[in-house]
Nanobody
């Protein structure tokens, strides 16, 4: 199973970016999906999650600015990032959780905010 993130790149402070994570089979396997990020020299941190019943959860640092959604038909999870800050600069990765089959990670997509 390969998770593929996209949508990263340079962003301006105050601007927006939308990340996507294509995760074939994750809907049919009832996986919860999450976004994590890791800034250079720092530990990976959890950003947001969405459950199989569309409950959403956010880290305090992004609450009110980021929104996680998913398209079950496309097996794709999105992270809409608004009001970007330089401290949002990081490698963003998605992962699944639930049954053991769900436990996969993508390669990540770099977000750089200046």
């Amino acid at each position: 199973v390969q998770l593929v993130e996209a949508g990263g790149g340079p962003g301006q402070a105050g601007g927006s970016l939308r990340l996507s994570c294509t995760a074939p089979g994750f809907t049919s396997n009832n996986c919860d999906m999450s976004w994590y990020r890791q800034a250079a020299g720092k530990q990976r941190e959890w950003v947001s999650s969405i459950s199989t019943v569309d409950s959403t959860f956010y880290a305090e640092s992004v609450k009110g600015r980021f929104a996680i959604t998913k398209d079950n038909v496309k097996d794709t999870v999105y992270l809409q990032m608004n009001s970007l800050k330089p401290e949002d600069t990081a490698m963003y990765s998605c992962s699944g959780s639930g049954i053991p089959w769900c436990n996969h990670w993508g390669q990540g997509t770099q977000v750089t905010v200046s």
